[in-house]
């Protein structure tokens, strides 16, 4: 006991301390996506496609809900997509479409996941900046901030039943009638940057990262203090003051 006692207090505390390295760790999880597309510029087709097939298991990929680096464009339409790749509305068969050198490479993220893992990385580095001082946000509030992505996200999978492209999210006509046209047809319809949708994505995103850092980790670090002001026991002693 007393050896591993030593051997931590003569450890640096940057390497006792498990929150800056999951910001360290976190954050290469959070950024490598990026990495996706510089490498299949380069050349590098084997470590960037290897890179999208990992980041497949965390998001859909796809492509017109994504952007693209080292192009023309930073986001392309769905007809645009499918005319360099498919004519199809199967998203299994959308997302593995990665880019061209004329169009660019998709980043392995799509918008909304962006938004919301970056947004908990930024939380993160917030946090420590501040000394770690920030109160937990409350469960109530928590709650609130998850709201809108689980609006948002649902009504994009609802949409999507009726095929990629088909969906009451893509046209938004139900927003038109409710704004009275105010906006830009391009506003309306598609998932193009700038895009009703397109900001929701971003927007929900941000919320929901936020919320869950801001609740999640001022009380793990909180658990993390109070165990470490518990005293210590002896097994010795315990078993001598309940000796018969």
Known sequence: MQDAQHTQRNTPAFLRDWFFWFIVGYGLFVFLPFLAPALMDLGWTGAGK????FYS???HQLPERSFFLFGEKTMYSLDQIKGAWQDTNN??????????????????WSDRMISFYSSVWFFAVFYQLT????????????FIMLIPIALDGGTHTLS???????????????????TH???????????????????????????????IGWCLFPRMLEAETLAQQLPELNI???FEKHKP
């Open 91 to 108: 998203p299994m068969i959308l997302r593995q479409f990665v880019g061209n050198a004329a169009m660019g490479w998709k980043v392995a």
């Open 236 to 238: 010795d002693q315990v």
């Open 57 to 59: 298991f965390f998001c």
């Open 160 to 178: 999507d039943f009726s095929g990629i492209g088909n969906g009451f999210r893509d046209s938004n006509a139900w927003l038109a009638q409710l």
């Open 131 to 142: 000394g770690r001082k920030v109160k937990p946000l409350s469960l109530i509030w928590f």
């Open 50 to 53: 290897a890179l999208y097939f």
């Open 181 to 211: 046209n105010a906006f830009t047809p391009s506003f309306y319809a598609g998932d193009a940057l700038g895009s009703f949708n397109s900001w929701m994505r971003f927007i929900t995103g941000i919320v929901a990262g936020w919320g």
